[in-house]
């Protein structure tokens, strides 16, 4: 991590009152230190919060790659806005509407780059599946016992979301709403339509 973020410690500054002034204990201290520029503090945050991360990031994105991808961006975004961090909510929670922004900027750079293939693109049938890149596919092989997590990956993408922070992460509705933009209805509408399609493919 230190080294992909090329950064340099800052000087100690010392107490001006000549005294050494308490430090946070535990991880808040770790946070304090990161805020203030200390990357092996920022590294240890990296570990602790990786693998919980991670796995929201395996359930919005539906896919291995892009979960890793997702993780890189949460991180790097959050060493570049530790400095405005006040703890106002908990650092998991501030990790994962990182990770939901990510996210949420990467479907609208692959909507505008799918808009620019379809309105590229002569056959009229081509175009039509190009816009509809972010639509329900379903599993090659419904057949096979879909576990959950597999019936989860196969939402739609913003229904997907909508429940894995609701129902999985255990966010409120409020907290949802205010980390997707969403309104409140609209996220109801989702996670209602996510429990029908999660219903429909475990009983198959």
Do not use: K
Not at 167 to 172: D, L, R, S
């Amino acid at each position: 991590m230190a080294s992909a973020l090329s950064l340099v410690r800052p000087a100690v500054t010392p107490h001006p009152s000549g005294l050494v002034a308490r430090e946070p204990s535990g991880e808040e201290a770790l946070v304090d230190r990161a805020r203030r520029g200390d990357v092996d503090a920022f590294e240890r945050l990296y570990h602790l919060h990786a693998g919980r991360v991670h796995a929201l990031c395996l359930r919005l994105a539906g896919e291995p790659t892009e979960a890793r991808e997702l993780v890189q961006d949460t991180f790097i975004r959050a060493w570049e806005a530790l400095p405005r961090f006040r703890g106002e909510s908990s650092l998991t929670t501030w990790l994962h509407r990182i990770a939901v922004n990510a996210m949420l900027e990467r479907r609208r750079r692959d909507r505008r780059r799918t808009a620019r293939v379809s309105l590229s693109e002569d056959d009229e049938e081509d175009g039509e599946t190009a816009s509809n890149g972010g639509g329900f596919v379903a599993p090659a092989d419904v057949a096979t016992a879909i576990d959950l997590e597999r019936a989860i990956a196969a939402l739609p993408p913003g229904v997907r979301r909508a429940f894995v922070l609701h129902e999985v992460e255990g966010y409120t509705h409020e907290e949802v709403a205010e980390m997707t933009g969403l309104a409140t209805g609209t996220l109801r509408a989702q996670l209602h339509r996510a429990r029908q399609l999660l219903i429909r493919a475990l009983s198959l």
